[in-house]
Nanobody, 116 residues
Framework: QVQLVESGGGLVQPGGSLRLSCAAS????????MSWYRQAPGKERELVAA????????NYADSVKGRFTISRDNAKNTVYLQMNNLKPEDTAIYYC?????????WGQGTQVTVSS
């Protein structure tokens, strides 16, 4: 079955960096676009970044453009989110998402806290 396992979250000071990973299994990873979402307390889940199956096209929320980079390694069945110049407003649980044949799959999420 489909499994998405995020890792790499933690506590970081403003201006710091983190690299999130999402390890995928149970499907043919190179065939599918992937995305990262986040959900802050009291807010709706929002799209952060997305990447096509071959990695040639990426898309970002305006709030993270120039600071975050999504990438993937299809040989390792993993999608990444490099987050630089983190701000307190980036504090959230970060999820990776797969849409496959009309179904949506989420990982369990990884907490990112940006605080001094």
């Amino acid at each position: 079955q489909v499994q998405l396992v995020e890792s790499g979250g933690g506590l970081v000071q403003p201006g710091g960096s983190l690299r999130l990973s999402c390890a995928a299994s149970g499907f043919t990873f190179p065939n599918y676009p992937m995305s990262w979402y986040r959900q802050a307390p009291g807010k709706e889940r929002e799209l952060v970044a997305a990447i096509t199956s071959a990695g040639g096209i990426t898309n970002y929320a305006d709030s993270v453009k120039g600071r975050f980079t999504i990438s993937r390694d299809n040989a390792k069945n993993t999608v990444y989110l490099q987050m630089n110049n983190l701000k307190p407003e980036d504090t959230a649980i970060y999820y990776c998402k797969l849409m496959k044949i009309g179904l949506t799959y989420w990982g369990q999420g990884t907490q990112v806290t940006v605080s001094s």
